[in-house]
């Protein structure tokens, strides 16, 4: 699928923690032979790192300086699109509950984001992408061709959150991941640098009832309108 000028779309996703946003971006990506880039990857990496090198996000110039260290990658295994640290695949690690409990604080600082957006930029190449995250369509593509920004119930979501925890037999308890949901919201939603919010052009998705098949449809059914304009 290209726009009108024949050129291959940058399709922005953004929404809350858990409501199906990276699922929904892999398939559509797949759906339209586009790349995919799960930008939350990327701030959970960032502070796996911090975190196995004790580095203390209080204090500007060991941020700056651990950032200098960071090289992340994503390659597709098997089907599979996986994150890598500084050459090791991380995965499995950047999905624990250690990772989520800091990734947000993490995530609101400046340094931070200005390293990884300018990263997420130079991932929009020739081909079609898309991107899934909590600022794409706001400030890392704030002229996407399709602006998707979804939400659902929290408790709906956590409890997808920890069906997925379980099935990856990772450790969870669901008042804990309902509390660690409640927690990113508020820290996403309320920085003070790029918060997660809907970009004035971007279509809202409420998919607390919705089936991943139905999510996808509506999509896939939305872009082509957007498209066909
Ligand atoms: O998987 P989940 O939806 O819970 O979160 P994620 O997409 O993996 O993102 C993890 C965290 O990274 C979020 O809670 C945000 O704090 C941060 N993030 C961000 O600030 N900006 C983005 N573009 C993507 C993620």
């Excluded at 291959?8 to 953004?14: R, S, V």
């Excluded at 500007?60 to 890598?84: K, M, S, Y």
């Excluded at 409890?159 to 409640?182: C, G, M, P, T, W």
């Excluded at 809907?198 to 089936?211: F, I, K, P, R, S």
Aim: charged residues 30%; negative net charge; aromatic residues 6%.
């Amino acid at each position: 699928m290209v726009s009108k000028h024949n050129k291959p779309l940058t399709i922005a996703i953004d929404g809350f923690s858990s409501c199906g946003k990276s699922t929904l971006a892999k398939q559509i990506a797949k759906e339209l032979g586009y790349i995919f880039v799960d930008s939350g990857a990327m701030y959970r990496a960032v502070t796996l790192y911090f975190l196995e090198h004790s580095i203390k996000i209080e204090d500007p110039v060991e941020v700056q300086d651990a950032l200098e260290h960071i090289e992340i990658r994503f390659e597709n295994q098997d089907g599979i699109n996986t994150t890598f640290l500084n050459g090791k695949n991380v995965e499995a690690e950047i999905r624990s509950l250690a990772v989520s409990s800091l990734v947000s604080e993490v995530a609101a600082l400046p340094a931070v984001r200005k390293k990884l957006v300018a990263l997420q930029r130079l991932m929009k190449g020739r081909e079609g992408l898309v991107m899934d995250g909590r600022d794409i369509g706001t400030v890392v593509f704030p002229d996407a061709d399709v602006k998707i920004f979804i939400t659902a119930d929290p408790i709906v979501r956590a409890q997808r959150r920890y069906n997925e925890l379980l099935a990856k037999k990772q450790n969870a308890d669901l008042h804990e991941v309902i509390s660690n949901l409640a927690h990113r919201d508020k820290i996403d939603t309320e920085r003070k640098d790029s918060p997660l919010r809907q970009a004035d052009d971007a279509w809202l998705l409420d998919n607390t009832h919705l089936t991943i098949s139905e999510q996808f449809d509506a999509v896939l059914g939305k872009i082509s309108e957007i498209i066909g304009k």
